[in-house]
């Protein structure tokens, strides 16, 4: 898969990656997956988004070739690659920040390497590819249990680990009410997973219907769609006893679609990180003292974020990108135990060969596109 400017994307014959440094690996991948936050690339609102890259940062494969000092993992491993591209020796690794890596991105201090994700996040090609290559072989990629299958692991690579670390944001006590802002895939695993940690009841708000049932059947949430009430804020209020919610997950961030303002300043001044739309919502629905986790995608912003009320409100406020494999293990757990199915929410499996079509149906939010995963192309 290969950018060629917004809303562009092809399938191209590229040179098959190699190892530069001993520590590589060159993975051939299985499956992949496209992300809503593929979006803001497709859309052109990503800075520093280069023609040519290969997007991609949820993918499995097995590895066809290592450099000499790997030692964790060997040719013919299936291994499953976190999202994060992660040194594991820094200060920040060394904490368990991975997605604040200091040593695998020169283009910026707050977050670390993204597989597929423009050069603002390292300029790493993805693994929407046949092959693709994994630095810090011996750091990232990881065994897949051997009773998990391709569809499950590729999306703990991203989705459902995110989602899980969003509801871990939110320091859900036993009992809470949570709100999810957002029925994509992290919403909808964020919304299930709050259940694992005790919540209450489980809130889920989003504008598209068939995605609201979604949210019903598998994360067994009460859904409103907040194209249906004025102020969805006021709706909140008024099913919370006049309270608001104890918890607050945004699973939006920066609207993907975007709307004129942005699309100027994003793809033609590089400015604009989205609107906080769904931020404000969350600061606005959360009861005083409440928590607010975000864990949706956002670049530099210039929109108004109601700083100022979340204070008053003494709002305790938690974010960051995902250290996917810290959530491994007891992901790994609920998985074998039943708890969780990821592959549920997969409603396309596209072959690579049609990866322009499959953004167009994520991107349109047709035929009911939830998840779509990407398959190697029939020989």
């Given at each position: 898969m290969v950018y060629r400017g917004p809303y562009r994307v092809r399938v191209e014959e590229k040179d098959r990656p190699v190892i530069e440094h001993p520590n590589d690996a060159i993975v051939?991948?299985?499956?992949?997956?496209?992300?809503?936050?593929?979006?803001?690339?497709?859309?052109?609102?990503?800075?520093?988004?280069?023609?040519?890259?290969?997007?991609?940062?949820?993918?499995?494969?097995?590895?066809?070739?290592?450099?000499?000092?790997?030692?964790n993992v060997k040719r013919g491993d299936r291994v499953m690659v976190p999202f994060n591209v992660y040194c594991g020796s820094c200060f920040f690794c060394a904490r368990g920040l991975f997605s604040n890596c200091h040593n695998v991105n020169p283009n910026a201090t707050a977050v670390g390497g993204i597989y597929g994700y423009s050069h603002t996040c390292g300029g790493y090609d993805g693994g929407q590819s046949e092959y693709v290559r994994v630095p810090f072989a011996d750091v990232g990629p990881s065994l897949i249990p051997e009773w998990m299958d391709d569809d499950d692991a590729v999306l703990l690579t991203d989705a459902l680990a995110t989602g899980y670390f969003g509801a871990q944001l939110g320091d859900i006590v036993e009992g809470d009410v949570v709100v999810v802002f957002g029925a994509g895939?992290?919403?909808?695993?964020?919304?299930?997973?709050?259940?694992?940690?005790?919540?209450?009841r489980v809130i889920v708000i989003d504008h598209l219907d068939y995605r609201l049932e979604k949210a019903a059947s598998f994360a067994h949430a009460e859904t409103y769609n907040f194209a249906e009430y004025d102020d969805i804020v006021v709706h909140m209020k008024k099913i919370t006893d006049h309270l608001g919610a104890d918890v607050a997950i945004d699973a939006v961030g920066a609207e993907a679609d975007g709307n004129l303002l942005q699309h100027v300043t994003a793809t033609k001044l590089k400015l604009q990180g989205g609107s906080p739309i769904a931020l404000n919502w969350a600061i606005d629905s959360v009861r005083k003292g409440g928590t607010i986790s975000v864990m949706g995608a956002y670049g530099p912003m210039f929109s108004a974020v109601k700083f100022g009320d979340a204070m008053n409100k003494g709002l305790t406020l938690r974010m960051n990108q995902c250290p996917v494999k810290r959530q491994w293990p007891r992901l790994f757990e609920h998985v074998r135990n039943g708890?969780?199915?990821?592959?549920?929410?997969?409603?396309?499996?596209?072959?690579?060969?049609?990866?322009?079509?499959?953004?167009?149906?994520?991107?349109?939010?047709?035929?009911?596109?939830?998840k779509p995963l990407i398959v190697p192309s029939a020989a």
């Open positions: 051939r991948v299985t499956r992949a997956a496209i992300c809503g936050s593929d979006l803001h690339l497709y859309h052109g609102m990503m800075p520093d988004t280069r023609v040519g890259m290969t997007f991609g940062h949820e993918f499995v494969g097995v590895v066809d070739e290592v450099g000499p000092s790997v030692r895939p992290v919403g909808l695993y964020a919304a299930k997973s709050a259940w694992l940690m005790g919540a209450g708890y969780l199915k990821p592959s549920d929410i997969v409603t396309h499996r596209i072959p690579l060969e049609h990866v322009a079509e499959a953004y167009h149906i994520f991107s349109a939010k047709l035929d009911g596109c939830i």
